[in-house]
T-cell receptor, first 110, second 115 residues
Framework: DTGVSQDPRHKITKRGQNVTFRCDPI?????LYWYRQTLGQGPEFLTY????????KSRLLSDRFSAERPKGSFSTLEIQRTEQGDSAMYLC????????FGPGTRLTVT | DQQVKQNSPSLSVQEGRISILNCDYT??????FLWYKKYPAEGPTFLIS?????DKNEDGRFTVFLNKSAKHLSLHIVPSQPGDSAVYFC??????????????FGKGTKLSVKP
């Protein structure tokens, strides 16, 4: 257990629906990252927060994706109008050089 | 274009022997390298890291070697144990000006350690 928790662990949704995931980081870590992992690939960077400020977004993060980290604590990742291509494991990590990952949220879009 | 490459999708090793996992990178701006281990349905677990100013880092059974001139790193596990069976990911952190530390991962190597 890394101390990073994610909720839910699994989510099945129909195409076109909105979904939201939550990440609770290790409390003393200012930096929080979101990654996405698909089958046969390594995790791919989506976005990054330093405290409550979202400082970087990958080109993978389309306009349907939005992330927040109010008060620099937990973070949420929302996907609007889900598509089948959004099916993946969504991972949250905290730390700096050495990043500690949560267990991930497995999203399946049917 | 993949900046971190793990060219062996799988590796099988006998228990007690050495496991060597390899990783190549293309971007000379990478300055920190990490290895993660991942079991199915879990997030990656940090194993060991190395800064670009070093060529070796050791932690128990795990040793990471870095060859900057060849842009190559490797993870040695000695002795290998059945519990080491997992997918191992190599990751690199770029050191651009104002780098935010996001990691760039390879595709992973699945290690199987046979009893």
């Amino acid at each position: 257990d890394t101390g990073v928790s994610q909720d839910p662990r699994h989510k099945i949704t129909k195409r076109g629906q909105n979904v939201t995931f939550r990440c609770d980081p290790i409390s003393e870590h200012n930096r929080l990252y979101w990654y996405r992992q698909t089958l046969g690939q390594g995790p791919e960077f989506l976005t990054y927060f330093q405290n409550e400020a979202q400082l970087e977004k990958s080109r993978l993060l389309s306009d349907r994706f939005s992330a927040e980290r109010p008060k620099g604590s937990f973070s949420t990742l929302e996907i609007q109008r889900t598509e089948q291509g959004d099916s993946a494991m969504y991972l949250c990590a905290t730390g700096h050089y050495e990043q500690y990952f949560g267990p991930g949220t497995r999203l399946t879009v049917t | 274009d993949q900046q971190v490459k793990q060219n062996s999708p799988s590796l099988s090793v006998q228990e007690g022997r050495i496991s060597i996992l390899n990783c190549d990178y293309t971007n000379s701006m990478f300055d920190y390298f990490l290895w993660y281990k991942k079991y199915p349905a879990e997030g990656p677990t940090f194993l060991i890291s190395i800064s670009s100013i070093k060529d070796k880092n050791e932690d128990g059974r795990f040793t990471v070697f870095l060859n900057k001139s060849a842009k190559h790193l490797s993870l040695h596990i000695v002795p290998s144990q059945p519990g080491d069976s997992a997918v191992y990911f190599c990751a690199a952190s770029p050191n651009y000006g104002g780098s935010q530390g996001n990691l760039i991962f390879g595709k992973g190597t699945k290690l199987s350690v046979k009893p």
